[in-house]
């Protein structure tokens, strides 16, 4: 473990994880958005089928995010200066900005007083819009990372045991909420309201897969060869596990008839083992493709999926917006003759490409590149007329800037960009 702390090469399996994520939420968006569509009971009971099976975003997303900091930071001094300052750069302001433009769109016609405060206590609750509290639970996990490295040097050595541990707790913690937080007399009850309204943006309430990720960073030469071997298992327990969740589900709805939103509940103890197997089959699939590599160094169309993983920040910014739009103009335009799924998919299709397309036009402009979370465009710019960055490798932090000319240039041109390989979300 040592060898790799002094040397971390870039996670290549990192960059789709992030941008399928990011599209996944997108899709858990869309079907929820597109469920009126339906003209049937079943059509309905259908489409919320598959909204559950995509319910896996928010593990996933909390997996590679933990991943990606402990990766980068797991072995060394902890600067929390420099660390909030490239954050606040890099995530927070786009999350206070985007928070703003939600407000504004949401609740047209408000005092300028009822506006600022409005805004204030959307951007401490991620209120703004419904996807916004990803990037609230982002900025929790930074608080905590410090304590969560000195945890994870702590336990480095028993990856079984605190994985078990929990795991177990994350399958309580989701029954216990399931059960009695979001049903039933304690759910009626004025303080439990108000914790169940925040419960999906507390960062604790997640706290396996941040170990998850945590151990998965530490260990990932083992756990990417035992995935490349016997991926097959992998690909059977995911199948498998989308079968139990199904059936769960139709016995949820035509068995116990339990209400749609309650059986599509994302915290739900059947979510833990799903998302687990769903976070496997992911990691498995990157892993081959990574383990691909070509003449120019890395896999087939790494430096695709790196434009994409750099965009994806911004998609999960942007795209209620531009999905509020389609909903509202585009999709009723749409021929009703047409099938539901069809029209479901074009939805999808122009909400992600549209997305994708104006993250990735904003990271090529300087100062606006900030909305998104990056400056990398123009710093990679820099690295490459100074002929120091080579097909395959990429700056992993702040500390392997080759010389000090650069970091002038860099600073110039605005460009102390938030790295792709230190932040899960994009």
Same mark, same amino acid.
């Given at each position: 473990?040592?060898?790799?702390? @002094?040397?971390?090469?870039?996670?290549?399996?990192?960059?789709?994880?992030? #941008?399928?994520? @990011?599209?996944?939420?997108?899709?858990?968006?869309?079907? &929820?958005?597109?469920?009126?569509?339906?003209?049937?009971?079943?059509?309905? =009971?259908?489409? +919320?089928?598959?909204?559950?099976?995509?319910?896996?975003?928010?593990?996933?997303?909390?997996?590679?995010?933990?991943?990606?900091?402990? %990766?980068?930071?797991?072995?060394?001094?902890?600067?929390?200066?420099?660390?909030? &300052?490239?954050?606040? *750069?890099?995530?927070?302001?786009?999350?206070?900005?985007?928070?703003?433009?939600?407000?504004?769109? +949401?609740? /047209?016609?408000?005092?300028? #007083?009822?506006?600022?405060?409005? @805004?204030?206590?959307?951007?401490?609750?991620?209120?703004?819009?419904?996807?916004?509290?990803?990037?609230? $639970?982002?900025?929790?996990? %930074?608080?905590?990372?410090?304590?969560? $490295?000195?945890?994870?040097?702590?336990?480095?050595?028993?990856?079984?045991?605190?994985?078990?541990?929990?795991?177990?707790?994350?399958?309580?913690?989701?029954?216990?909420?399931?059960?009695?937080?979001?049903?039933?007399?304690?759910?009626?009850?004025?303080?439990?309201? *108000?914790?169940?309204?925040?419960?999906?943006?507390?960062?604790?309430?997640?706290?396996?897969?941040?170990?998850?990720?945590?151990?998965? @960073?530490?260990?990932?030469?083992?756990?990417?060869?035992?995935?490349?071997?016997?991926?097959?298992?992998?690909?059977?327990?995911?199948?498998?596990?989308?079968?139990?969740?199904?059936?769960?589900?139709?016995?949820?709805?035509?068995?116990?008839?339990?209400?749609?939103?309650?059986? !599509?509940?994302?915290?739900?103890?059947?979510?833990?083992? %799903?998302?687990?197997?769903?976070? $496997?089959?992911?990691?498995?699939? &990157?892993?081959?493709?990574?383990?691909?590599?070509?003449?120019?160094?890395?896999?087939?169309?790494?430096?695709?999926?790196?434009?994409?993983?750099?965009?994806?920040?911004?998609? %999960?910014?942007?795209?209620?917006?531009?999905?509020? #739009?389609?909903?509202?103009?585009?999709? /009723?335009?749409?021929?009703?003759?047409? /099938?539901?799924?069809?029209?479901?998919?074009?939805?999808?299709?122009?909400?992600?490409?549209?997305? !994708?397309?104006?993250?990735?036009?904003?990271?090529? *402009?300087?100062?606006?590149?900030?909305?998104?979370?990056?400056?990398?465009?123009?710093?990679?710019?820099? $690295?490459?007329?100074?002929?120091?960055?080579?097909?395959?490798?990429?700056?992993?932090? #702040? =500390?392997?800037?080759?010389?000090?000319?650069?970091?002038?240039?860099?600073?110039?041109?605005?460009?102390?960009?938030? =790295?792709?390989?230190?932040?899960?979300?994009?």
């Amino acid at each position: 473990m040592k060898e790799q702390q @002094a040397r971390r090469p870039h996670v290549y399996e990192l960059d789709p994880l992030r #941008a399928v994520t @990011a599209w996944s939420v997108v899709a858990v968006h869309v079907l &929820a958005g597109t469920i009126l569509l339906n003209q049937s009971n079943v059509g309905v =009971e259908v489409q +919320n089928a598959l909204v559950v099976a995509m319910h896996f975003t928010r593990e996933v997303f909390i997996f590679v995010t933990a991943f990606a900091l402990v %990766y980068v930071y797991y072995g060394k001094p902890f600067a929390t200066r420099r660390f909030w &300052a490239r954050r606040s *750069i890099g995530v927070l302001l786009p999350y206070c900005i985007w928070s703003v433009v939600y407000v504004w769109v +949401n609740i /047209p016609g408000q005092s300028p #007083a009822t506006f600022i405060k409005t @805004a204030i206590v959307d951007i401490l609750t991620g209120n703004a819009s419904y996807q916004l509290y990803y990037i609230l $639970l982002t900025l929790q996990f %930074y608080i905590i990372l410090p304590l969560f $490295l000195l945890f994870l040097k702590r336990v480095a050595h028993h990856p079984w045991k605190v994985l078990s541990i929990s795991f177990v707790i994350q399958v309580v913690l989701y029954y216990a909420d399931y059960r009695w937080l979001q049903q039933g007399t304690v759910a009626s009850s004025g303080f439990w309201q *108000i914790v169940a309204g925040f419960q999906d943006r507390f960062v604790l309430v997640y706290q396996f897969y941040f170990v998850l990720g945590g151990f998965t @960073a530490l260990y990932f030469q083992q756990i990417r060869s035992f995935l490349l071997r016997y991926g097959w298992i992998v690909a059977c327990v995911m199948v498998a596990a989308l079968a139990v969740l199904w059936l769960h589900f139709v016995l949820q709805i035509r068995v116990y008839q339990e209400s749609i939103g309650y059986a !599509t509940s994302v915290l739900q103890p059947v979510m833990v083992f %799903y998302s687990f197997a769903v976070i $496997l089959f992911a990691l498995w699939l &990157a892993c081959r493709w990574a383990s691909h590599r070509y003449r120019e160094g890395g896999p087939r169309g790494y430096r695709i999926w790196q434009v994409l993983s750099d965009a994806s920040f911004g998609v %999960y910014l942007i795209h209620v917006l531009l999905l509020t #739009a389609i909903l509202k103009w585009v999709v /009723p335009a749409m021929p009703t003759v047409w /099938p539901v799924a069809i029209r479901v998919i074009l939805t999808w299709l122009m909400t992600v490409g549209s997305a !994708t397309a104006v993250s990735v036009t904003l990271l090529h *402009i300087p100062v606006l590149s900030r909305l998104v979370g990056r400056g990398y465009s123009v710093r990679r710019e820099v $690295l490459q007329q100074a002929g120091e960055e080579k097909p395959g490798q990429r700056p992993q932090h #702040a =500390e392997t800037i080759p010389s000090t000319r650069l970091v002038e240039q860099v600073i110039q041109r605005g460009t102390f960009a938030q =790295e792709r390989s230190e932040v899960g979300n994009g």
